[in-house]
């Protein structure tokens, strides 16, 4: 938005498609779950409407913002109904973290290029579409209940960043993640901000819970810990939920990643300074995936707590054992929500 303050003002015009210009309509219910910026609990937001709604009897599909990276045409319109899917069609780590978690609960994914075109797919076989949005765009398709959720780490963003900004402005509901970390002051100062932008919002406070599949194994340990990429980079996040279990376990100490990264590691490393000693889950190709590889192995640690929801164990085999720590939103937190959905959807 700087770029278009520089291009108006030296007299050429600059626009921008709006929601009624760009939105596909559905035939089916559509619950849309989006962010004010990447990294702010979406996705766990929405695993958890899919299985409310499976819950209730309904087929549900998440539809997932773009993120394909090599032949546009033969990637249109993806589905993803199991792992061997990812496989097939050779799917970076940025795309298994969003859809690995989905697959493993038995939520199909659809995917692609071509939104119309898989709108009109899901319809075939589903009776409610779950946008499960990217980064902090907003949804392509027209929501019945447009959710978005705000990060209290990063208290203010709502207001600074675009298209974050106006997700803020048309939500229907205004998710708060309580966080490991954050106080009542942010959630505050949250609440406001969504008083002067958005006061038609229904604004609710969700909990979220550190998980972890082997916290006994970390303390003690020298610990190497990877986190979900975007989130660490143009998320601009220094720590997420590896780092988090590293000093609720108990961790002996963090080595520090970066003196370790091989490759194009280093150049993330020189584009995103603030990362320090945590190592971000990149693979947006074979060659990143092995740089990642290398670097996990050539660390000097116990152990691999992973941060990010893709199977390193599994993509990467690494020389290290490997501790799942993660965070889910509690399910209490999520009923006054969950009400609200069964009756638009009904």
């Known amino acids: 938005m700087h770029r278009a303050s520089l291009v108006i003002a030296n007299g050429a015009s ?5 929601t009624k210009d760009t939105y596909i309509k559905s035939k089916i219910p559509v619950i ?11 996705s766990k937001v929405s695993r958890r409407i899919a299985l409310f709604l499976r819950d209730q009897g309904y087929k ?3 539809i997932r913002h773009p993120m394909p990276y090599g032949d546009l045409k033969k990637e249109a319109v993806q589905k993803f109904y199991q792992y061997e899917d990812l496989e097939k069609n050779k799917c970076t780590v940025e795309e298994r973290e969003e859809y690995e978690p989905h697959l493993r609960m038995g939520i199909a994914v659809f995917a692609g290029v071509d939104y119309v075109q898989i709108v009109k797919e899901a319809e075939k076989e589903f009776d409610v579409i779950i946008w499960d949005g990217g980064n902090n765009d907003f949804s392509f398709i027209k929501p ?16 600074k960043y675009h298209p974050g900004e106006a997700n803020f402005r048309m939500a229907d509901v205004i998710l708060i993640v309580k966080m490991w970390g954050v106080g009542p002051k942010e959630i505050n100062e949250i609440k406001s901000n969504a008083k002067k932008l958005n006061p038609k919002a229904k604004v609710m406070v969700i ?3 550190i998980v972890s599949d082997g916290g006994e194994f970390i303390r003690g340990k020298s610990v190497l810990v990877v986190e979900d990429g975007p989130t660490l980079t143009h998320g601009g996040m220094t ?17 520090d990643a970066q003196k370790y990264a091989v490759g194009s590691l280093k150049k993330v490393y020189k584009q995103y300074p603030h990362l320090g000693k945590v190592l971000p889950a990149e693979g947006y190709g074979k060659k990143q995936l092995e740089d990642l590889r290398k670097t996990i192995n050539r660390a000097k640690a116990d152990l691999v707590i992973q941060g990010t929801p893709s199977d390193i164990k599994r993509l ?3 020389n290290k054992p490997v501790v799942y720590a993660g965070y889910d939103i509690n399910l209490n937190s999520l009923k006054p929500l969950f009400k609200l959905i069964k009756k638009i959807v009904k």
């Open 60 to 62: 549900v599909v998440a």
């Open 32 to 42: 849309s779950v989006c962010a004010v910026r990447t990294g702010s609990g979406k």
């Open 144 to 159: 019945d209940l447009h959710t978005v959720v705000v990060d209290p780490r990063r208290v203010g963003h709502e207001t």
């Open 316 to 318: 990467l085999n690494p």
């Open 14 to 18: 600059f626009s921008l498609l709006g």
């Open 207 to 209: 909990k979220s819970e």
């Open 239 to 255: 720590y997420g939920t590896a780092t988090v279990a590293a000093k609720i376990y108990g961790a002996k100490r963090v080595v």
